[in-house]
């Protein structure tokens, strides 16, 4: 095969992934127009149609989602070796991609980042702020960040956090409206401000817990966010009681901002997690990331 038959299967792979012309063109640094004509000619060299188009997607074929099956790890493993023996260079390098949430990335990530990337100028880090739960395997991450209840047996993990007490929270203001909650069964007459679930769409259910009761509560109230800081922000403007990391609302709790309720009922999970493939081939930029993030207590 042809070293521009090569280039047109990595241009096939970013398509399928993508699922789009224009962000694929985007990583690529190609035109739109440019990336369709190789994509045309590789499937007239194959003589198979690869992509289904319409005005509004792009899909794999069956032919497509087979070529994309076995043939994309392969280009993944010569992109990891060629990495590998890059990094047989003094300076870590390379640019690393991590999925977290926002709450994650400005708490967590971010403080370490700040010490880290001046230190290791050749090193570059993505981090794309998600709620929902990424496959980051599937959209090629090289680390994801979740709670250390929620990781996969497949999964290798670190520790970048102690472990994460929840809050509800209200205002000054709205509690003086209305009676502070003083069991889970009085959130039924508050306004409470609701999560959406990216994941699976579902409005998240409180998990409260006090020593062996544990309880899940549906709530309801006129605002629904699909972030921590909005649910926050509505909460000091007095629009109902939210429910959060604790570590967010803190420094309000402090100030007087803001008034934690049913401390008793809020739970600790365990704490914040990096977490990778158990396969993956971890380059000295990855390595070296690990070594800022983790948590204190994990350290040998």
Not at 13 to 19: G, L, N, T, Y
Not at 282 to 294: E, H, K, P
């Amino acid at each position: 095969m042809s070293k521009e038959s090569y280039n047109d299967l990595l241009a096939f792979i970013a398509v399928a992934r993508e699922r789009s012309f224009t962000r694929a063109a985007a990583q690529l640094g190609v035109s739109q127009s440019a990336l369709s004509h190789q994509i045309r000619s590789l499937e007239t060299k194959m003589g198979v149609r690869l992509l289904t188009r319409t005005t509004r997607s792009v899909s794999a074929t069956e032919a497509g989602e087979r070529l994309m099956h076995n043939i994309a790890p392969r280009f993944e493993e010569i992109e990891a070796e060629l990495a590998a023996v890059g990094e047989l260079a003094d300076m870590p390098a390379g640019t690393i991609r991590i999925t977290a949430s926002e709450n994650v990335a400005e708490v967590v990530l971010w403080p370490a980042l700040a010490k880290l990337l001046p230190k290791y100028p050749q090193i570059n880090v993505e981090v794309s702020v998600e709620s929902r739960f990424t496959d980051i395997v599937a959209e090629r991450y090289d680390f994801g960040v979740r709670l250390g209840d929620d990781l996969a047996r497949d999964m290798t993990a670190v520790r970048i956090s102690p472990d994460q007490r929840f809050a509800i929270i209200g205002s000054p203001g709205y509690l003086a409206r209305r009676k502070p909650p003083v069991k889970p069964q009085d959130l039924a007459d508050h306004d409470c401000i609701n999560l959406r679930l990216m994941s699976h769409g579902d409005l998240y259910a409180w998990e409260l817990k006090k020593g062996r009761q544990q309880i899940k509560v549906r709530v309801e109230g006129q605002l629904v966010f699909n972030g921590t800081r909005p649910i926050l922000h509505a909460a000091l403007a007095g629009f109902g009681l939210g429910y959060v990391p604790e570590v967010v609302a803190r420094p309000y709790i402090a100030t007087g901002q803001l008034i934690s309720v049913l401390q008793d009922w809020c739970p600790v999970f365990t704490g914040y997690h990096l977490f990778y493939p158990s396969r993956k081939q971890l380059s000295r930029a990855m390595q070296v990331l690990i070594d800022a993030l983790r948590y204190p207590a994990e350290r040998t």
